[in-house]
């Protein structure tokens, strides 16, 4: 069975603060591994990562993947109030087009 | 339309009660997703579509629910003889052809069963 564990489950920092957000993953045939944020109720896409090693950025956000130990890690520097969201991970892997959240991390930036 | 929209946004409906959740998705979006979210907890996947077809049923939880598409557009999930535990927030989304993995989500459905 695919399994996907986010760590922390929660964090608050202050604005300004970097944080790191973890997930890790255990599935068959692995194809990608996909972050979203939800602030309300609609989660939005922020990356697919296929391999390993290879940073993806946007703006004050980046995210790596390694399919060696099996985690990726989304990266925030200088957080700003509009990052408070629960930030989702989803593995995805072929032959299977659903893909399985992680429960999240729910990050507060406090202004 | 510009987004994926879902209706209705809220409904509260009494124990036993059947309820119809619709969704329109992004135009030309062949893939349809649904997920449920209930209070505090992850999404849970449902079911997904390509096309008009669901190749992928799994997630419903038993045979109250059921979702069809048509016209490769929209689509009604259908919950029959609500109980409590159906309570959620019920999310579409839609994905374009060769966009794997980059879901377009509605805002949402709450259900509220009494």
């Known amino acids: 069975e695919d399994k996907v564990v986010q760590s922390p489950l929660s964090l608050v920092v202050h604005e300004g603060d970097t944080v790191t957000l973890n997930c890790s993953y255990e599935v068959t045939n692995f194809r990608s591994l996909l972050w979203y944020k939800q602030e309300k109720k609609a989660p939005t896409f922020l990356f697919m990562l296929?391999?390993?090693?290879i940073e993806k950025k946007s703006g004050r956000l980046s995210s790596i993947l390694d399919k060696k130990e099996l985690f990726s890690i989304l990266n925030i520097t200088a957080t700003q109030t509009g990052d408070s969201a629960i930030y989702l991970c989803?593995?995805?892997?072929?032959?299977?087009?659903?893909?399985?959240f992680g429960t999240g991390t729910r990050l507060t930036i406090i202004p | 339309g510009a987004g994926v929209s879902q209706s209705p946004s809220n409904k509260v409906t009494e124990k036993g009660k059947d309820v119809e959740l619709r969704c329109d998705p992004i135009s030309g979006h062949t893939a349809l997703y649904w997920y449920r979210q209930r209070l505090g907890q992850g999404l849970e996947f449902l079911i997904y579509f390509q096309g008009n077809s669901a190749p992928d049923k799994s997630g419903l939880p038993s045979d109250r629910f059921s979702a069809e598409r048509t016209g490769e557009s929209v689509s009604t999930l259908t919950i029959q003889r609500t109980q409590q535990e159906d309570s959620a927030v019920y999310l579409c989304a839609s994905q374009g052809q060769g966009r794997f993995g980059e879901l377009f989500f509605g805002e949402g459905s709450r259900l509220t069963v009494l």
């Open positions: 296929t391999s390993s090693g």
């Open positions: 989803a593995p995805s892997n072929f032959g299977n087009e659903k893909l399985t």
